[in-house]
Each structure stands twice: as C-alpha cells, then as structure tokens.
C-alpha cells in the first residue's frame, strides 16, 4: 500500500522515492534514481528523471520533461508544455553525457506555459518566468522576466504579483499586504 497515487497508464521505475499525497497523472514516466517529494501534482505526460531532485509542493504540468542534471526545490511551479535542456550542444551522433549542465529552480519559482529554460542556469526564489519566455541567463530572487531571450521586466511577490517600490525602496503586495524592500537590485522580504 503506497501514500501517493500513479494512473495506471504511468510508468515508475525501480529505486524511486515518492513523498506522501504525491500525484502523477496518466502516460507519464518516472526514472531510476529519482527522489520526489510530498503533495507533489504531476500533470499527464510528464518524464522525470533519471537522477532528479523533486521538492516538496512542486506543481507540474502537462507535457513536461524534467532531464538529468535538474533541481527543483519546494513549491515550484512548471507549466504546461515548458521545456528543460541539459547540454548546450547536442547532436545525435555524439553521447555527451558527461558534459550534463546543472539547473537548479530555487524555492517557489514559477514558469510559464512554453517557456524553455536552457542548462546551466539558477532560477532564484520566487522569480516568475512568462510564458514563452527563454531563460539562458541566471535569474535573480523576485524577478518578473518575459521575452526571447528574457529581459526581466520588474519584480514579484511571493504571490506572484507585481511589485511596485516607493523612493525609500519599499513595496507592499495588496494581496497579502507583504512587504518587500528593493536594495542595489535585491528585492527582501520584510514581513
């Protein structure tokens, strides 16, 4: 008897560890190797692993593949469709394994529908990538980024709401009345 459910059209490899409440939708497969977290919801069609890092609360949606060499943290959200990369210069011919780029999705990120993340790269806590946006850059903490490739346009809560500084560098989110400070372009939060 499990804690965590499978459709029975997916797919869960040996040595996988599956955190309680976990969801994973139909014709999805999870690979060798891959830790996953509780009240995790993975959507249909979805690939994971093999030697994934899944954290806690981590919402993904349809059609996403989750490659060797990527780290997500809690509460992080993929839409549909995204795409990860982990080699900058593939080619069919050439196995280049070894030369795996590391991707690591920091604590409540979010990104968009069809937005594809290129290897290598740090998504801080928080940030919100647009839809269709191309990250092939690092992304600071609270960054709201859109674009081909993406430019950071402002700065999020962590609701996800754009986030509006006074001349003392202050921003409160009407949300949930949180407040952020902005200093030498790092946004804190305050409450």
Request: hydrophobic share 40%.
């Amino acid at each position: 008897m499990t804690n965590y459910f499978v459709h029975e059209s997916s797919y869960v490899d040996d040595d996988v560890t599956i955190g309680k409440n976990t969801k994973i939708w139909h014709f999805s497969h999870i690979l060798s190797h891959t830790q996953i977290g509780t009240n995790c919801s993975f959507g249909q069609n979805c690939v994971v692993g093999p030697n994934v890092s899944v954290g806690n609360g981590v919402k993904v949606q349809n059609n996403v593949s989750i490659y060797e060499g990527v780290t997500i943290e809690d509460d992080v959200f993929l839409g549909p469709s995204m795409v990860f990369t982990n080699i900058m210069n593939p080619r069919s011919f050439i196995v280049r394994k070894e030369a795996f780029q590391p991707t690591v999705l920091k604590r409540g990120a979010s990104i968009g529908a069809n937005a594809t993340i290129v290897c290598g790269v740090t998504i801080g806590e928080y940030a919100l990538i647009g839809s269709g946006a191309v990250i092939n850059t690092d992304v600071k903490p609270y960054a709201l980024m859109v674009g081909v490739p993406a430019h950071q346009i402002g700065w999020v809560s962590r609701a996800g709401n754009t986030l509006c500084f006074d001349d003392e560098g202050i921003g409160v989110d009407d949300f949930d009345g949180s407040t952020y400070r902005l200093d030498n372009e790092v946004v804190e939060p305050l409450s």
